[in-house]
Each structure stands twice: as structure tokens, then as C-alpha cells.
């Protein structure tokens, strides 16, 4: 049997309900020393994407669905204006406030021609 491009997304999609409803949390490795990364799928385009944790500088960079281990963050970094994912959230988590210490960065857009 083929399956369409369209019934593996509605697979993908329910695979994905089922971990929100049993609470996934989304595994985070330790790359290197002081450099933790997970993925997560993201809501608009459907494919993993990588976020990351330097717990000793306390850099959360291009967040998304932040497991509830990352604590004591107190810079949001993200690379790329695209890249807001759940920044909003994170900073709410984190207690920020306005655009002063521990305000995402967002880049400005490209200068076009």
C-alpha cells in the first residue's frame, strides 16, 4: 500500500496530539561541555528544529518548547528574526520584563537592494 504525502502529515499530526496530550517533553542532549541541544517540531512548517541551552552563561538560543529543566536564563538569543518560536513565552517563564536585561534579541531584517 502507498500512503500519500497527505496521510503520513495527518499521521505525523496525530503522533504529534498524542505527545502533547501524554505531556511530552522533548529530550535534551549535552553537545559539548556547557552546551545542551533538543528539537522540537515547529507548529508553522512541520519539521524538527534545533533549539539550545548554555545553562552556564544562562543563553537560552531560538527556543522552543523549553523542557522544564532549563533554569536561570537570563539572555533569550535569537539567530535569525524568523526564529520567535516560544521566545515570548521563555521570557514570560523567566520573569523578564520590557526590553531591558534578558529581552530576546531579534535581528534586524536584511537590508534590501
Do not use: F, S
Given at each position: 500500500m502507498i500512503i500519500g504525502a497527505g496521510a503520513r502529515g495527518d499521521e505525523q499530526q496525530q503522533r504529534d496530539r498524542n505527545r502533547e496530550e501524554r505531556g511530552y517533553v522533548p529530550p535534551m542532549h549535552e553537545l559539548?561541555?556547557?552546551?545542551?541541544?533538543?528539537?522540537?517540531?515547529h507548529p508553522k512548517i512541520g519539521i524538527e528544529v534545533s533549539s539550545y541551552w548554555l545553562p552556564d552563561l544562562g543563553v537560552l538560543i531560538d527556543p522552543l518548547d523549553v523542557p522544564g529543566e532549563v533554569e536561570d536564563?537570563?539572555?533569550?538569543?535569537?539567530?535569525n528574526r524568523h526564529h520567535r518560536r516560544s521566545s515570548l513565552e521563555a521570557r514570560e517563564r523567566f520573569g523578564f520584563r520590557?526590553?531591558?536585561?534578558?529581552a530576546a534579541f531579534v535581528p534586524p531584517?536584511?537590508?534590501t537592494a
Open positions: 559539548a561541555p556547557g552546551i545542551r541541544h533538543w528539537t522540537a517540531r536564563v537570563n539572555t533569550i538569543l535569537l539567530t520590557g526590553d531591558g536585561p534578558g531584517a536584511a537590508p
